[in-house]
């Protein structure tokens, strides 16, 4: 059984708070460097009650958000350097190029603070090093598993026929799901559900969206064309709905996001529109549905059905 969410129109009230976020960012006044801005202290007591696994996960999830945090103040500052693959894994003298500056660098300095503090209670409870592959029991929570082939539909819009797309879970890792098609191709994408990696010709979103997903949030970021760096398309959007969907007897935790925005090709621009669907556990993409004249930026893609390892 295939569920599905409705989509409501909120073009008016996303454009409003990106407008109140701009605003308030022209008022925020000098920047400086995150080199610069001191970790706010944080007691290691807190967590040393905690479970190892428990503390890896609270440092994921604190990584999230400051990669989150620094590319959002990279990527206006118009510097890219964050946007070359700093990814999920931060690595905090790296934010220097970031220069955060009011609200942003106060909550960096909390995050670094609150890692620190981890990395102190990860020590003197003698945890074990971490690898990269996803724990078992957050392994086990998702709706997929390893070997399972994920079945989606694509078409370039309802006028056209659908062609199947199947792409192989190969691996569950901390920072990225890896996928792989039929061809042997390689899919990455990370937990916040942006596509990093695809075959050329494939759509790309690699930092689109956010960590967590609350309904209402407020996203931006570009969709890439592989292997093409003259096709761009800038995004916002706003998360519009949140809840369980249910895809091939499987239950996930989605977030709706509306898109909307521009696509460039060399001097060529065209309106760009849409949605999103994600799983907020895994990041796994359930739903892609673009509007655009721009027939490379035209896609919809669902997915349709799980089917165990090994099926062909």
Known sequence: MRATMSLPVRHDRARTALAAVAASLLLAGCASRSVDIAAAPASAAEFLPWSCERIVDEQDRVQLRAADVAYTVDERAGTNILALGLGFSVFWPALLAARPAGAEAAELAQLRGRYEALARAATGK?????????PPARAAALAVTVG????????????????????????????????????????????????????????????LLRAELPLGAITAGDLLLA??????GRLRGQVVAVGTQTVGGRRFEA????????????????????????DRASGLLLRLDLRSADPAFALQRRLLRIEPAGTR
């Open 227 to 232: 292997g093409d760096p003259l096709a761009r």
């Open 148 to 207: 399972e082939r994920l079945v989606y539909e694509d078409r370039a819009d309802a006028r056209h026929m659908p062609t199947e797309r199947v792409l192989t879970l190969r691996a569950l890792r901390r920072d990225e799901i890896e996928l792989t098609g039929d061809d042997g191709r390689v899919w990455r994408s990370d937990p916040s559900g942006n596509l990093l990696a695809a075959p050329p010709g494939a759509l790309l979103w690699p930092r």
């Open 255 to 278: 977030a709706v996001v509306e898109l909307f925005g521009d696509a460039q090709r060399g001097d060529a621009s065209t309106r760009l529109e849409g949605a999103i669907v994600v």
């Open 126 to 134: 003698q945890c074990p090093a971490v690898g990269p592959e996803l």
